[in-house]
């Protein structure tokens, strides 16, 4: 009996964690950033938090093709970055 394999992405740890972070980072961007940062840098960075999650989905769906399921997550850890 081993371990049950995700049926979606959505099952997985890491789009659950992706998620949470992603609310963790909008929240930051609009409550600790300071004002002159608020339009540009937050920007960027919720646009970001939202590509990680992205990403991983788009491998998820391609993780039978191992190399581009392997491009997809790096690309997801490069948006991490």
Do not use: W
Request: positive net charge.
């Amino acid at each position: 009996m081993g371990e049950r394999k995700p049926l979606s992405f959505e099952d997985t740890e890491i789009y659950k964690l992706g998620v949470r972070l992603q609310a963790e980072v909008c929240r930051m961007t609009l409550t600790e950033l300071p004002p002159h940062e608020r339009f540009e840098e937050a920007s960027q960075l919720r646009r970001s938090a939202r590509a990680v999650i992205a990403s991983f989905v788009e491998g998820f769906g391609m993780r039978r093709y191992k190399a581009e399921f392997v491009y997809r997550l790096t690309k997801s850890i490069a948006e991490n970055d």
